[in-house]
């Protein structure tokens, strides 16, 4: 009886947590679509620009080409939705139930977070599509680029918990314990290798919408959007809806683990102020290649990383 | 309210550019109606680099012999409903080839047609209305 009405309940928060982080992403496309067309001198879309894409999208045919791997081809983006709404409801509770989150929570997100770019891979790949191609081995390259500085500056919350005494490596590496450290003694944001640390995960959540300057995977001009080349109707709208959920839960992340979690309200406003920042940074540089890309990463990024570590570790 | 289909096409156009051997004069100006000038964005009108994504194909140039199977593939590879648009006196009545052994347009002998925009070339407010008015007939 008592684990029938658990096992409703997690459901109902994977529901209900995953349909708000879509309405949400939904609204911040918005916003950047607008804040691209103020950057432009434009006046924009209205608000429900982004609803009607992804209604018209929903409804149109779904062409799948032929000899694409059809199974692969059709399931790929489901695969990314399904691991949004995963680390939707793991976020989520780590931010508004402390207690509910579980011993590791950390390292599950950092793979659900992977799992988007390789739906995006495997689709593209099923989709027998040479452009396709092109774009999964780019979009391939860029996720090995962007993990290693990503991997190395979440190290530095945990080397902060983990440094002080009475806690455990456990405590380091549970986004509740995380939150709540930062509740005590105020957000890993304001050191040294805090700032360090958010600047890089700010330049991989970029990569990782795949945001100019990194859109190098789905670049228009230079390979008709590479890896969805071939999808439509609703398997692209399923894309759409991923990339919607990862820009509400990229920068949530980054709140939760650098930033003091959604601690109250004004939560609202650095949620705000990131989203914006991303949507800047995108507006104001020109797409890279890749290599340069990935010696962006390897080479700069990953450098100051250690550094961060480095400072963490003495305590800075 | 009517058909959410169609709702959804007229508040989200996606364009895909299909240049048939125009003489860029056309294509040069669907690019300034892109512009921030023109901003159809406002209407929801992207510019998309693949015929999968679009629900509308702007055509430009005179239909000759060469270009006509790979318009019509590219008309096939678009998921429907999907508008087509012919863009410039060429698309229209041949214009100035309409003698040439080459061109065996217009384009509705061969496709279903939604506007054309007569023009060398269309100004872009003459395109937008083209395509209001293309939408308008859904």
Redesign the interface.
């Known amino acids: 009886m008592i684990a029938w009405e658990r096992g409703w309940r997690l459901a109902l928060a994977f529901v209900a947590s995953s349909m708000v982080t879509v309405l949400i992403g939904l609204v911040l496309n918005w916003v950047d679509?607008l804040v691209s067309?103020r950057v432009?001198?434009?006046?924009?879309?209205?608000f429900?620009?982004p609803f009607?894409?992804i209604?018209?999208?929903l409804?149109?045919?779904?062409?799948i080409p032929a000899g694409a791997a059809r199974t692969t081809f059709v399931f790929a983006p489901l695969l990314g939705i399904v691991a949004m709404s995963l680390t939707a409801v793991v976020l989520l509770f780590a931010n508004f139930n402390t207690g509910g989150s579980f011993v590791g929570d950390l390292i599950v997100l950092l793979y659900l977070f992977a799992l988007p770019a390789l739906a995006v891979i495997m689709g593209a790949s099923a989709s027998r599509n040479p452009i396709a191609g092109v774009g999964a081995s780019r979009e391939m390259t860029l996720y090995f680029a962007y993990e290693l500085p990503f991997l190395l500056a979440l190290l530095v919350p945990v080397i902060k918990v983990i440094n002080t005494p009475g806690k455990l490596v456990a405590d380091g590496i549970r986004l509740g314990q995380l939150v709540a450290f930062q509740q005590a003694n105020g957000p890993f944001l304001y050191s040294i290798s805090g700032v360090i640390a958010a600047v890089i995960v700010l330049l991989c959540i970029q990569a990782k919408l795949g945001f100019v300057p990194f859109d190098i995977a789905e670049a228009?001009?230079e390979i008709?959007?590479g890896v969805?080349?071939?999808?439509?109707?609703a398997t692209?709208a399923a894309f759409r809806i991923t990339r919607a959920m990862m820009f509400v839960l990229m920068p949530l992340f980054l709140i939760t683990v650098l930033w003091g979690g959604f601690a109250n309200w004004w939560a609202v406003l650095k949620f705000l102020a990131i989203v914006v920042l991303i949507v800047l940074i995108k507006n104001t540089n020109p797409r890279l290649r890749i290599d340069q890309a990935l010696r962006f990463f390897w080479f700069i990024l990953a450098p100051l990383g250690i550094i961060a570590v480095v400072l963490a570790y003495a305590g800075l | 309210m009517k058909d959410?289909?169609i709702?959804?096409?007229k508040?989200?156009p996606w364009v895909y550019h299909l240049a048939a051997a125009s003489c860029n004069n056309c294509d040069i100006e669907i690019l300034e109606l892109l512009t921030?000038r023109y901003?159809v964005?406002?209407?929801?009108i992207v510019l998309?680099?693949?015929p999968?994504?679009a629900?509308a194909l702007l055509v430009t140039g005179v239909i000759n012999r060469k270009s006509l199977p790979r318009v019509l593939e590219v008309y096939e590879?678009t998921?429907?409903?999907c508008l087509v648009i012919g863009v410039g006196s060429c698309t229209c009545n041949n214009h100035v080839f309409r003698n040439s052994y080459n061109a065996v347009g217009p384009y509705d002998k061969y496709m279903p047609m939604h506007a054309y925009i007569p023009g060398c070339p269309p100004k872009p407010e003459a395109m937008i209305m083209g395509v209001v008015k293309a939408l308008s007939k859904l």
Do not use: C, I, N
Request: net charge positive; charged share 30%.
């Open positions: 679509r067309a432009q001198w434009r006046k924009g879309p209205p429900f620009q009607a894409d209604l018209k999208l409804l149109k045919q779904t062409v228009e001009q008709m959007s969805l080349v071939e999808y439509s109707g692209l | 959410p289909r709702w959804g096409l508040k989200s921030p901003d964005e406002r209407f929801g998309v680099g693949s999968r994504h629900d590879q998921p429907k409903p």
